[in-house]
């Protein structure tokens, strides 16, 4: 992509890449300039704050910050900045059950939110990256809303086929 990024996608090591990845997948879909790259809460906290402290004059609408285990980047993030955050939870090699991850990430206190996806849900978190500059932006829009009706034409296929199987009264 040789735009200027608008989303930022971060993560707190490469090993979350194999999640993160459909994050970057689905905004390249929309046709949204990312960048992405490892910044860890822990083991980089300067590269952490420096990131965190550049993102909105660099460009950025938002931020994705994925880690897992005692998950604190996006939270960090989020006590620095101003754009919207999202976070995502990733079951990891430190992770106990995923639950410790989402809970790092979720429970927020008041004052510095961090819109929380589902666990290993990086997908989500880029759709809702994208819905983020949709709002500003017409085309953006319009493909998210193009990706939406697909959804839908998807799941009526399928109530086509149970159709061909089993009764249904609901008929439409
Ligand atoms: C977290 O620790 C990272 O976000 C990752 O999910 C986890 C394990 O990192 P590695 O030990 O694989 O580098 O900070």
């Known amino acids: 992509m040789d735009k200027a990024p608008l989303v930022g996608i971060v993560m707190g090591s490469d090993s979350d890449l194999n999640v993160m990845q459909a994050a970057a997948e689905i905004l390249q879909q929309f046709n949204i300039p990312i960048e992405l790259t490892v910044v860890s809460a822990h083991r980089t906290p300067l ?60 429970q927020m206190p008041n004052g510095v939110p961090v819109a929380t996806v589902a666990l290993n849900a990086a997908k989500n978190a880029g759709i809702l990256a994208a819905q983020i500059i949709g709002t500003s932006n017409k085309e953006t829009n319009a493909a998210i809303h193009a990706y939406k009706t697909l959804l839908q034409e998807e799941v009526l296929e399928k109530v086509e086929t149970l159709k061909q199987k089993f009764f249904n009264s609901y008929d439409r």
């Open 47 to 106: 590269r952490m704050v420096d990131y965190a402290t550049t993102a909105q004059q660099r460009g950025l609408k938002v931020i994705i910050a994925g880690a897992g285990g005692a998950a604190h980047l996006p939270g960090m993030i989020a006590s620095i900045t101003t754009l919207p955050v999202i976070g995502v939870p990733i079951k990891s090699s430190n992770s106990i059950d995923g639950w410790d991850s989402v809970l790092s990430i979720l």
